[in-house]
């Protein structure tokens, strides 16, 4: 087992920029139970300081390669268990890197359903095959009059039998897989058509309607956008290599050819040169085109979930409004407003619902209610709803506001994404159990101002819905990547134990869903918690429990000054050396950066902890308990600018960043509709990644440039002249083909090829 972890282990190293040893640690904790925030920020030294980063990689690598080495030593078994296993076999089987690989070798031997190339051997052509194989001068047709029988009724029913035989052999050649599938990764290009008469239909796949671009550059955003198209039947996908070539043996065929020595010697070599054509066209040219879109496919959504996963991060770790009196309002135009109060430790208050807008048009009725509720409860915030009606329910406070005297409340449209789905939800029902469905979500939209983190992670984050075909990706994937997103944001901020809900704890590392609420039940039976100690009595919480969790929960004003840093309660002596060294109160010490910047770390490493825990715990007393997220500020949206008909180019606008694709960022400027700043108008310079220049939260200034009512699309733009960036030094290699295609071409790609396509892509 310990030989097996350093192999992976130096795998993986080598994919993380790491050491073996490290990887290896790494492993061990994690094989223990140890989270990846618990690792990260209290194992520096037992993995030579993996960030979290590199530790999530290692996480999803460890799990695919241990997959591999299951499925080899699967393999080994079957191999060895019909007597075929040969040395130079078990080598290559022992090498093999990829999931690809492996099957590839094991082809030949996988049990398999009667084939064509069996039944030909059952009726005695092996020989004929084999003969044609040995001596390539020696005339097909005439071996196989030898070999008519009465199943084999003539010359070309045996010629047709060795054919099968000898297509099988070449299609089972790992070797000369992989060559023609790094081939078909070089040259392939992946064409859409629309499907004829579904034009209309279609119209929001109308990019795609005649679109070829090479398959080895095309963006993941494009691929699943085509691949949803095809599934929607509004377009047909092909993949097709050397179509352009004009030599009659195609490219393929002649790697084939060269694989197997198969050269103009005599007539055996010039039917086995068909055979290397019939092979790829009917046999090859299909699996391995499945194979590249279920590549492409694979590609596109890892892309997709890395998109998703930063948006979200962006999202959770957005500025808190923080701790004061709030009230959230969920728009709605014929059902009402509806109105929820909370205080500022995000505790309900008051809920209501009011009716400005048609049938009842209660508007001063409203703002008076409103208006009082503010009064009743000194409210400093106001989050309304970005849906249906939000524009309108902006106007009516702000004019409600003009008419308070004194200091107003701060008014803030915030993205109610998720919210309904929440109302909805077991978790809501546990916390309101007598509240209307359609007033929990104006607490939701009350309480993500305060403190987003803590109330989105009480939504599934799939529901959030800052991804790009996030329905189209592998689920288990994505959901495994946005877990993994927010248990990384809950402990990099860190939990207040007497404040946080069951949901919220249960994503602080080591804790599960039980365990967070069996701390809420102890927290309500007993009251607050004066210590981190108090944790360990906890029904069911053990040891193992608090040395994984105790360091992100913060027990402010307790006992223990120390339990409302991020410093692990096992560290406290290291700590309290260094308090003594600077023969200061620890109260007064923390926060005094001039002292502690003063002191030098090396002087208090022990025998367990080292320099980088001794950095941490000074960094960490200079601004104990510090957040990591941004200070809080919001967008102003235009007066008067509230529907995508007021747009008009080249109005300048201030708005919010909702999401951040692979080929923009989506903005929110209050028209109910979001603006797509492309990547090449995010700057006046290239720019790759859009994430290199904002993320979801950001509040930009765009201008507009175009305004497609009909198709709901607004483009936008950061540039200052709105031009074109300007391209990358070796130019945009990922850009598609312009290549028209005639009705008849298109309609020919269609046949094998395109049934195959359609059996293996088609999801249920």
Known sequence: MAADIRLLATVIAAEINARPDQAVAAIGLLDEGATVPFIARYRKEVTGGLDDTQLRNLAERLVYLRELEARRSSIVESINGQGKMTDELAAKIGKAATKAELEDLYLPYKPKRRTRAEIARERGLGPLAEAIWADRTLDPAKLAETFVTGEVTDVKVAL??????????????????????????DGSVLKARVVDGKQEAGAKFSD??????????????RALAMLRGWNEEFLTLSIEVDADDPSPIKPAQRIIAMAFDIRDKGAADRFLMDVAGWTWRVKLSVSLSLDLMREMRERAEEEAIHV???????????????????????????????????????????????????????????????A???????????????????RE???????????????????????EAGASVYSASETAA??????????????SIARRLQDPLAELVKIEPKSIGVGQYQHDVDQNKLSRSLDAVVEDAVNAVGVDLNMASAPLLARVSGLSRSIAEAIVAHRDQNGAFTSRKDLLKVARLGNRTFEQAAGFLRIPNGKEPLDASSVHPEAYGVAKKIVAACGRDLRALMGDSATLKALDPRKFIDETFGLPTVKDIIAELEKPGRDPRPSFKTATFAEGIDEITDLKPGMMLEGTVTNVAAFGAFVDIGVHQDGLVHVSQLADRFVKDPHEVVKAGDVVKVRVVEVDVKRKRIGLTMRKDGGEAPPPKNGDRGKPMNQKFSSTENKSSQGALGAALAAALKRG
């Open 430 to 443: 546990l916390e309101f159990p007598g509240l209307d469905v359609s007033l929990r979500g104006a607490v």
């Open 308 to 370: 998703f996963a930063r948006n979200l991060k962006d999202l959770l770790l957005a500025a808190p409004a923080g701790s004061r009196a709030t009230m959230g309002l969920d728009p709605g135009i014929r059902t009402g407003v509806k109105v929820a109060i909370v205080d500022a430790t995000g505790k309900l208050l008051e809920t209501t619902t009011v009716y400005p807008f048609p049938p009842k048009n209660d508007i001063r009725g409203t703002q008076a209610e409103l």
């Open 372 to 390: 009082a509720l503010i009064r009743k409860h000194n409210v400093e915030l106001i989050s309304i709803g970005n849906g249906t009606g939000s």
């Open 393 to 415: 329910t902006e106007k009516l406070v702000a004019d409600m506001l003009a008419s308070l005297p004194g200091t107003k409340p701060t008014k803030v449209i915030v993205s």
């Open 160 to 185: 047709d039998g060795a054919r099968d035989i000898i297509a099988e052999t070449i299609s089972e050649n790992a070797d000369l897989l992989k060559k023609l599938r790094q081939h078909m990764r």
């Open 208 to 221: 795609y309607f005649d679109h070829t671009e090479r398959w080895a550059t095309a963006p993941g955003h």
